[in-house]
């Protein structure tokens, strides 16, 4: 064991350790000015002043953190001490899963843990392949008529048919796809609107009233006893709790409807779309991946699994994760108050060379090649780490993988245009239209 690995399993007294350093307030004036992006910032913290680091982004002190070791004492070793304070989205998912708190936290998670263990996942894999099926009969009819597509939309379609099959039971209709592209509006509007809660409900009320309007929909015919071709599925294992629990009303019935539809196409779609953007650019990692085994061999499976894994560590699906000091602690030698604000960083602990050779390329191989990649669980962390790491982890990689096993060896795909940036909001998607035709597979 290394001195930094062994740091944690040293005795630590709260408010023993050193200062945390802090960046020049100078950096932050020069910030605000030039207008960036708050991911400029935390990567110039980060370079000038470590992976604990101190930085006035208001009056009071934030602390980012992006060391491994730190990452982990905060998500996973001591989840009591650095607590999830109002989610981001709250707006749009209310009391779902993802802003809930404390013991309302552990009930909710408790009910849908078990759906996506390994055990519970088998009762959504043919749904998943079926959704998948569907994109690629769709992809064929393109490529036959040489039509255009936008990518970023088509994996938005698929990972929602998906969640909706996983959901209701029904593949998704084009109505009730058109109607939930409300989700994704209030997701993209959430970072820009008033900081006052009446007005920001306010600018984004129609398309909460298009998403409330399908939740009640879906919610009314599970409980009429629609089952849906696909049988049961999550909204059934809601609706059937109500039924025992008295704090499943409706309310929170539809705020966890709407959080597993969110989460649950949001970071895949996103995902993918980059996935393929980095393809264009890393040709070669295609056709390795393609080459690592026969169709439906495990060697394809870990290589396009591969694929999906170094796109999230680019692009991790949750790129910051806010916590805050409930109490007085030291953080891997560093003093920490309570009350004092975090923000752990993945995108910046995945893209530090100390850890990661070379980060900005992208090397599938690392994933694949051992000892190619930092074993410290700190060091990758695309859902987070910890009681709270994202539940479905799982489900999102086996929806990718069985997608891309589908599409990646049918077809190749000719952007007419990519995005020359990224858009950081609650995740970091692709700031522009993703244009393309489809040109038949070399390989």
């Known amino acids: ?59 009071a002190l934030t602390v980012l953190v992006t060391d491994p070791q730190a990452v982990q004492h905060v998500l996973a070793l001591r989840p009591d001490r650095y607590v999830k304070r109002s989610h981001r989205a709250r707006l749009l998912i209310g009391d779902g899963l993802l802003a809930a708190t404390g013991e309302a936290w552990k009930r909710q998670r408790r009910l849908l843990q ?65 109607e939930l592209e409300a989700v994704e509006a209030v997701g993209a509007a959430l970072p820009t609107l008033p900081a006052d809660a009446d007005k920001a409900r306010d600018a984004v ?79 070669t990692a295609r056709e390795e991946a393609l080459a690592a085994g026969d169709a439906g061999s495990e060697e394809r499976r870990r290589a396009v699994q591969a694929l999906v894994h170094e796109t999230l560590r680019l692009y991790p699906a949750a790129w910051l994760l806010p916590r805050h000091a409930a109490e007085d602690d030291t953080l891997v030698g560093h003093t920490v108050e309570a009350g004092t604000d975090l923000l752990v960083c ?53 929806e990718s993988t069985i997608l891309l096993e589908h599409l990646l060896p049918a077809h190749t795909v000719a952007f007419s245009a990519t995005p020359t940036k990224a858009q950081y909001g609650i995740t970091v998607r692709p700031d522009g239209p993703t244009p393309a035709t ?5 390989v």
């Open 205 to 283: 009320a129609a398309d909460l009233a298009r998403i409330d309007a399908v939740a009640l929909r879906a919610i009314e015919a599970v409980r009429g006893g629609d089952a849906g071709p696909d049988g049961p599925g999550l909204l059934h294992i809601l609706t059937d709790a109500a039924t025992e629990r008295p704090e499943y009303t409706d309310q929170l019935i539809r705020d966890e409807l709407v959080t597993l539809l969110a989460a649950g196409h949001e970071t895949t779609a996103t995902t993918l779309t980059w996935l393929y953007l980095l393809l264009d650019q890393y040709p």
């Open 1 to 59: 064991m290394d001195a930094e690995a062994s740091l944690d399993s040293l005795p630590q007294v709260p408010g023993t350790g050193r200062p945390v350093p802090t960046v020049d307030p100078e950096l932050v004036k020069r910030w605000h000015a030039e207008g960036g992006e708050l991911v400029d910032l935390l990567s110039q913290v980060r370079e000038r002043a470590g992976g604990v680091a101190g930085v006035r982004l208001g009056p």
């Open 346 to 398: 993945p995108y910046l602990t995945h893209r530090d060379p100390r850890l990661w050779p070379d980060p900005d390329r992208f090397d599938p191989q690392r994933f694949l090649v051992p000892g190619c990649r930092p074993t410290h669980p700190g060091a990758y962390l695309p859902f987070g780490i910890g009681p709270r790491a994202c539940l479905g982890l799982q489900f999102a990689l086996r």
């Open 114 to 178: 078990s759906q996506f263990t390994g055990t519970g996942m088998r009762r959504y894999e043919h749904r998943i392949t079926e959704a998948a099926r569907t994109t690629a009969e769709r992809w064929e009819a393109y490529a036959r008529t040489g039509q255009s597509l936008d990518v970023g939309k088509e994996m938005h379609r698929f990972a929602l048919d998906t969640i909706w099959r996983s959901l209701t039971g029904h593949p998704l209709d084009d109505e009730t796809a058109h």
């Open 438 to 442: 489809l040109e038949p597979a070399l």
